[in-house]
């Protein structure tokens, strides 16, 4: 019986051994899923917040200024006197044929540039007049290469005074996202801004100064806006001719400037 007893006892404290030590295996074991777990949750790809995801409009716009910025620049160091006057829509014609590199259609320019080609009706007579106009139109396109620098006048540019901006809003042709300017002569062709955003406003700081503008803009007195430009690129489908804004410079009906930025 004393043995018998001995060996229950033994057994017992054999299968209490064995417990606990299954217990620490286990432990162990818990411990290294833990672990494991944890580093795969580091190592997971985390899901993307929608919410910071990139909207199609948002890449449009992305794309657009570095369109922009891809663009050639002008020199801000270029003299006044360098800038040619723009004032008609034949000029934006020979600026986006410079531009495209485009076989110039010699019939169609003729018409835009000559009213007795345009109205003739013997058809000898408009052979004879174009094949004289062919030359002219090959230098106009020449020259336009190498007269990138352009200036023109915006007749009453300004809108009231606004204190916020502590300026004066300009036209709207100038900053305004798909508006354009043309010229009644041939309005084919179209002139648009890249960086129209920074001129929306003529900024005038001096207060003695912008009451001055603005009584001469209430009164209606004759205000002009000259802008001098740089041509930068042409768009083939729409006809439109982009440029920089280079300076802006308001003056008075004795071209006496009143603002420039």
């Given at each position: 019986m004393l043995m018998t007893t001995h060996s229950a006892r033994q057994i017992a404290h054999?299968?209490?051994?064995?417990?606990?030590l299954s217990g620490t295996l286990n432990l162990a074991a818990c411990g290294d899923k833990a672990?494991?777990?944890?580093?795969?949750t580091a190592a997971?790809?985390?899901t993307p917040n929608l919410a910071q995801a990139t909207s199609p409009q948002a890449l449009r716009d992305t794309q657009a200024a570095a369109a922009r910025?891809?663009?050639p620049k002008a020199d801000a160091s270029t003299p006044d006197s360098s800038y040619v006057t723009l004032d008609s829509g034949n000029q934006l014609m020979y600026a986006y044929l410079a531009l495209t590199g485009m076989p110039p259609d010699y019939p169609q320019i003729a018409s835009n540039i000559s009213k007795d080609y345009a109205r003739a009706t013997d058809e000898f007579r408009k052979h004879d007049l174009l094949t004289a106009l062919t030359p002219r139109i090959d230098a106009d396109i020449a020259a336009a290469k190498s007269r990138r620098y352009f200036k023109m006048t915006v007749p009453n540019p300004i809108s009231k005074?606004?204190?916020?901006?502590?300026g004066f809003p300009l036209d709207n042709s100038l900053w305004e996202a798909g508006a354009y300017r043309y010229f009644f002569d041939n309005g084919e062709y179209k002139l648009g801004f890249s960086n129209g955003d920074a001129f929306h406003y003529l900024k005038v700081?001096?207060?003695?100064?912008?009451?001055?503008?603005?009584?001469?803009?209430?009164?209606f007195d004759a205000v002009k806006l000259t802008v001098y430009g740089y041509y930068q690129s042409a768009d083939t489908a729409q006809k439109i001719v982009t440029a920089q804004i280079v300076k802006v410079a308001l003056a008075d009906k004795q071209g006496n400037v009143l603002a420039a930025q």
């Open positions: 054999a299968c209490a051994l064995l417990f606990a672990a494991d777990a944890a580093k795969a997971a790809p985390t910025e891809a663009l005074y606004n204190f916020e901006q502590k700081d001096d207060e003695a100064s912008a009451r001055a503008i603005e009584a001469q803009r209430a009164r």
